[in-house]
C-alpha cells in the first residue's frame, strides 16, 4: 500500500492519528477542521448542484462519491484504500458502494480502525508507534472493504463477496431493501452512475 498522503487524504489520515490519541475527538470536528462541510467548499458546492437521488451519467462513482453529505464520513475514507479507490475510479470495473450514513460512522461501537482482539493481544496501546499504525491502517482497510460490492447492477436475492470476502446479499422486505445477513436498511440510492452506484445504509457491515 502507498503511504498515505497528508495533503491529498485528510479523513483517512486524521483517523489513524486519532487511533493513537487518548482524547479522539468527534467527527464532526475532524471534518469541520478540514473545511470539507464548509459553505466555501467544492463538495458543498458538488452537493448543491448535484440533487441527492439523482441519476448520473457519463461519469463514474470516484467523480460522484463525495457530493452526498450525509455519507461524507465514510466517502472520505474510501479515498486512501488503494483496492477501494482504484475500482471507484475504474470506469471498466463495476462496483457497489454500501455506505454507512453519518449518523452510524459517529455511534460506532468502535472505531473503524479498532479491532477488540487488538486490544486482548497488544493492550491499551495497540495502536500506538508505527506498528500500531499499520495495524489500525489495516483494520480500516477491511472496514472499508467489507462495504464495497465488485458489482453492479446487483440482483435481489444474489449473494456476493466483498472485497473482504464476506458474503452478503439484499432482499426487499415490505418495500424496503435490506441487506442480509445483517438485516441493515438501505435508506437510500445516493447516485447511479456508468461504473456502479452507491447506497446509502442505515447501518452499518462491520
Known sequence: MKPVSFVAYPLATIALTLATSA??????????????????SPLQDYIMSN????????????DVIGKTQNIAIFSGLTRDIDAVS???????QNATVLAPNNSIM??????????PDDYDSFGADAYEGTS?????????ERF???HIIPESPWEEGKKVKTLAGNEIWWES??????IQPADVEVTSIADKVSNGEVWVLGGSLA
Not at 51 to 62: C, F, L, M, R
Open 144 to 146: 472499508v472493504q467489507r
Open 51 to 62: 440533487p441527492e437521488g439523482q441519476a448520473t451519467t457519463g461519469v463514474i462513482i470516484s
Open 23 to 40: 482524547q479522539a475527538r468527534p467527527f464532526d470536528s475532524i471534518l469541520q477542521s478540514f473545511n470539507i462541510l464548509s459553505e466555501q
Open 86 to 92: 482504484a475500482r471507484l475510479d475504474n470506469a471498466s
Open 132 to 140: 500500531g499504525q499499520d495495524r489500525a491502517r489495516g483494520n480500516l
Open 106 to 115: 459517529r455511534d460506532l461501537k468502535r472505531k473503524p480502525w479498532e479491532d
Open 173 to 178: 422486505k415490505d418495500g424496503q431493501k435490506k
